[in-house]
């Protein structure tokens, strides 16, 4: 993903192999590609996967490098044809599994879980603003030199949201631990991101090649579906921002290029560090509020703070992805050691992780939980560093496995609905703090053993 990276898409393109995948290669293949597609839209892409496996998939495939290599235009074509089939072809096969209950773990109470239709404002985040733990987050941060590794324990369980802005841009990196250079390395970057931005963003189209210009208007179609349940980024501003973002990082990482799930992981990072300067809910925020110096600064944050998140997940948004198909295979092992009922009846019913979680870890779980919750799960992304990827798989075990009495009573079809509409509609912070600590409870456990892990 650096800029000075070898792996362009033209030496991509020119490794492309002739010759024929196994049958299995060959399904995967096609599964991986309609699973990418399906990130353009809001449900599952159609007949194509909506079709139960008849035959056991050799695991190894989950990490094979023979994907046959497409341009960025074929594959648009692509997600776009599965586009047309998605919301006539399921709307009507929806068993309204999203309104059941939920089962936490099988040793949680179902009274914990929330039955109101809003999520109070007040209790998330409740945990992270109690005064002890602001007072230890106030002298960390007042002295001279920040000590990461107590930020990164403080902070896994929650930042007070009027610190996170300050927190994030010290677990990234970004901003340095000595409080003397922070505003000097601060003031630098931000007038380094304007630079890229008037080099690569704010010229003509003449100055552009074709894969440029396709890239661009790739991301902004992409831009008004970024958490379109959010009025506040149906701003023409705030798309604007976003387009400025997307690009210029993707001119600058170009053996990824701009991949679809990546607008949404640069939300985040825009809504924190517009929190400082907006105030109340996001809902009544405007851009119009602000001054172009601000929005700038925003801007500049969100970009490097996206950088320094993607350095520590290159081949995640490489061509195929490699980096999320292992992750996928590893949280298939890790749900059959850990719940090996849940994990034989996805089995016996032919449904593939690939499935349901590439989306989980293409876009980090943004698209499942409700974006007020976002924040305080990114408090523990942050938090991980460069173990983030590795934890990303307990995380996810602990999500599935929310529902793990749901799901064996479900069959493929009402599976796929489920898991494409899991319903976190309701959650709070009390939901999502259970999700952690389970995960952390099955990473300490399993930690010692990774060999349960390899592939």
């Not at 047309?84 to 068993?95: A, G």
């Amino acid at each position: 993903m650096r800029n000075n990276s070898s792996n362009s898409r033209d030496e991509n393109r020119s490794k492309q192999t002739s010759s024929s995948p196994p049958a299995t290669d060959s399904r995967f293949n096609q599964t991986l590609r309609n699973v990418q597609g399906l990130l353009k839209g809001r449900s599952f892409p159609g007949k194509i996967l909506i079709t139960q496996r008849s035959d056991p998939l050799d695991p190894s495939t989950l990490h094979s490098p023979n994907i046959d290599q497409r341009s960025p235009e074929s594959d648009r074509n692509h997600s776009e044809h599965l586009d047309r089939w998605t919301e006539d072809e399921l709307q009507n096969r929806s068993s309204g599994n999203a309104s059941s209950s939920v089962n936490i773990t099988k040793s949680s109470s179902t009274s914990s879980l929330s039955t109101s239709t809003e999520i109070p404002k007040s209790s998330v985040g409740a945990r992270a603003t109690d005064s002890a733990r602001l007072m230890k987050f106030t002298k960390l941060l007042s002295g001279s030199s920040v000590i990461l590794e107590k930020l990164r324990e403080l902070a896994w369980s929650g930042v007070p949201p009027h610190l996170r802005p300050t927190v994030w841009r010290l677990l990234l990196g970004y901003a340095p631990s000595n409080s003397d250079r922070r505003e000097g390395v601060l003031r630098r970057k931000r007038t380094e991101y304007l630079d890229h931005v008037a080099q690569y963003y704010e010229i003509p189209d003449t100055q552009r090649t074709d894969e440029e210009i396709s890239m661009l208007r790739q991301i902004g179609v992409d831009c008004p579906r970024t958490v379109p349940d959010l009025s506040f980024f149906q701003q023409a501003e705030v798309q604007k921002s976003l387009e400025r973002i997307l690009y210029t990082w993707a001119i600058r990482h170009p053996a990824s290029g701009y991949v679809q799930g990546i607008n949404d992981l640069a939300t985040p990072f825009m809504v924190v560090f517009l929190s400082e300067y907006l105030e109340g809910s996001i809902e009544t925020w405007s851009m119009a509020d602000l001054s172009r110096e601000k929005i700038l600064n925003v801007e500049a944050d969100s970009y490097w703070c996206l950088s320094k998140l993607l350095d520590g997940m290159q081949d995640h948004y490489t061509f195929a992805q490699p980096g999320i198909q292992r992750l996928v295979f590893k949280l298939k092992e890790l749900v059959r050691r850990i719940d090996e009922p849940v994990s034989k009846h996805i089995e016996e019913q032919g449904l593939e992780f690939l499935q349901f979680a590439f989306r989980w870890f293409n876009c980090l779980l943004i698209r499942e939980i409700p974006f007020g919750l976002v924040s305080r799960l990114w408090d523990t992304y942050l938090a991980e560093g460069d173990a983030l990827p590795e934890f990303l798989v307990y995380i996810s075990a602990s999500f599935l496995l929310t529902w793990s009495d749901k799901l064996r009573k479900l069959d493929f079809q009402e599976m796929v609905m489920f898991l494409q509409h899991v319903p976190t509609h309701n959650w709070t912070d009390v939901e999502l703090e259970m999700v952690l600590s389970q995960a952390y409870m099955w990473h300490t456990m399993f930690n010692n053993s990774p060999s349960h892990l390899a592939g």
